[in-house]
């Protein structure tokens, strides 16, 4: 008998443990553990090891290596560090290493050591440098809180999203304090810290102290602190030797143990016994392990565990018992009080000696809005049990809309959840029940159904513009809407006509909607386009090239280029395009066929409405500057000198610019001026300069 119980060693009076290794690390380690940085990722995942040369006991003379192993020590990556001295490792949610150096730099590496990205805490973390630091993990994501050299935490909740929170500041903190850590509480991180005997928690807009309930006395200092993995558990070591345990919020305590030790523990943690719900808290000095456990529970709820009894009770209707167990062991609502009353409403419903008003007005007063009741889900199992009437009053009580609509089409009650999807604002919705609308009535009754409901109206719109055109035309039809009719014929001109004819004949429908809407300029503009049309396809026939559906203007360029000069004159009197237009456009042409006889026969036809300038820089552009100077002789006074240096004549527009008295002038043409070409030009006009400055 002695050879099964050798190994086994007494745990308190009436427990034993045993240790025995599970599997050896695979990992061939030059430093002790104790000299560097550790980062463990959750559930299993890889290691991170960082020898830490910044202490201030070792000087730094190489560069320290960051190796990451997997769980079982095995090696996955080893890099050289090469940036500055870290403070903190830890891992993401995703498993990417976070490292927090001490100017508030965060590098992020890859499982395999690669490089991801950086980003920075903040400046203020910078001017301050970061003296401790913590990762810390949120239904979120991954987080990083900061305790800066002004005694200051910074905390962004998620690295994936960076958002910067500088919390309150704690009042008479002059150094750092003894032990902090994240708590996560009503979705929001807060940091608790503890300065000698007083626990204050941070949160975004104040500074709280704090008291754990039940406290020894005699506590003058907190020496360490554990959060539990879910936030809902809080572990403190004070240095009278006492653990405390209690729920994170500390409101309430779950036991106290006296370990007799008095040092500060190396480190400390949460953690839950195998096929268990009961807590223990694993303490860690040099060279001793302590596992401190809560209060003992009874062995039928550890048989059981409390949702199977819970779901026992409701089985038996014991319902108002099932409830006051929930508000015993402060179950969340969610799991406990809401799922119990769900069950009650579900029942209720089946009870059909009671009327449907009397029900619903029941189960609403005894829900009312607690968290985790479906009104749906009640609603859907009176529907099931023939009471389609108590289904739609209990919708009534249903906030999301979402849950309501769905149902009520499967009652047939289309109409109604059509007003409810609207009320929602979620357009899928309106189009899910839309699509349901039109399948289920007949064409009259559905586009009446439409006109009672402009914001569906509007959205089934959109959609026939995508998928049904018809459809969209006979809407435009029945509410005599010609003015969007007209731009229906328009779009399907091009759309749906490929033959001229076709294009035409859609064209001159619109038209006859515009005028019907009394929108005379889209009328005549549409009958400009068929005029168009016209000509394009005559000037096609007559002179071969494309045409057919270039814009007036392009037309016009067309014509200039392929040297149909006086038609293309013609048609700009004909749609009365502008000179200046007109002269853009020709002007342009011209330069792109490199006609330069035309443009300056084109120039000397009459007085310029653009002026001479554009003639100079379409030549510029062109890289004829030899027809450009042509052109720069003719260019008014106020443009001259920037014709000139556009050409290059440097010296005369200095003299132009001079004779104009012109400072601006004057400092554009010195601009100009460029090394020992232009020095006397240059000093030219300072002389200029000068002496204007004297009289």
Known sequence: MDCYTANWNPLGDSAFYRKYELYSMDWDLKEELRDCLVAAAPYGGPIALLRNPWRKEKAASVRPVLDIY?????????LLWKSGPVVSLGWSAEEELLCV??????????LHGDFRRHFSMGNEVLQNRVLDARIFHTEFGSGVAILTGAHRFTLSANVGDLKLRRMPEVPGLQSVP???????????????????PDLYLLDHAA???????????GVSSFLQMAVSFTYRHLALFTDTGYIWMGTASLKEKLCEFNCNIRAAPKQMVWCSRPRSKERAVVVAWERRLMVVGDAPESIQYKQLTIQVLLDRLVLRRLYPLAIQICEYLRLPEVQGVSRILAHWACYKVQQKDVSDEDVARAINQKLGDTPGVSYSDIAARAYGCGRTELAIKLLEYEPRSGEQVPLLLKMKRSKLALSK??????????FTVLLHLKNELNRGDFFMTLRNQPMALSLY???????ELETLKDLYNQDDNHQELGSFHIRASYAAEERIEGRVAA??????????AKNEFAAKATEDQMRLLRLQRRLEDELGGQFLDLSLHDTVTTLILGGHNKRAEQLARDFRIPDKRLWWLKLTALADLEDWEELEKFSKSK???????PFVEICIKQHNKYEAKKYASRVSPEQKVKALLLVGDVAQAADVAIEHRNEAELSLVLSHCTGATDGATADKIQRARAQAQKK
């Open 178 to 196: 003894s032990c902090w850590t994240v708590l996560c509480q009503d979705r929001v991180a807060h940091i608790l810290l503890a300065v000698g």
């Open 70 to 78: 997997s769980a079982s020590g095995m090696p996955l990556a080893s």
């Open 421 to 430: 999807a609207i009320e929602s604002g979620d357009t899928d919705l309106v």
């Open 507 to 516: 064209l001159q429908t619109a038209a006859d909607a515009f005028y019907k």
């Open 607 to 613: 007085k310029s409405p653009i002026g001479y300038l």
């Open 461 to 467: 719109r959109q959609f026939c513009k995508h998928q």
């Open 101 to 110: 150096q001490e100017d508030g730099a965060v590098l992020v590496y890859g």
């Open 207 to 217: 500074c709280s102290a704090v008291t754990p309930p039940g406290l020894a006395p």
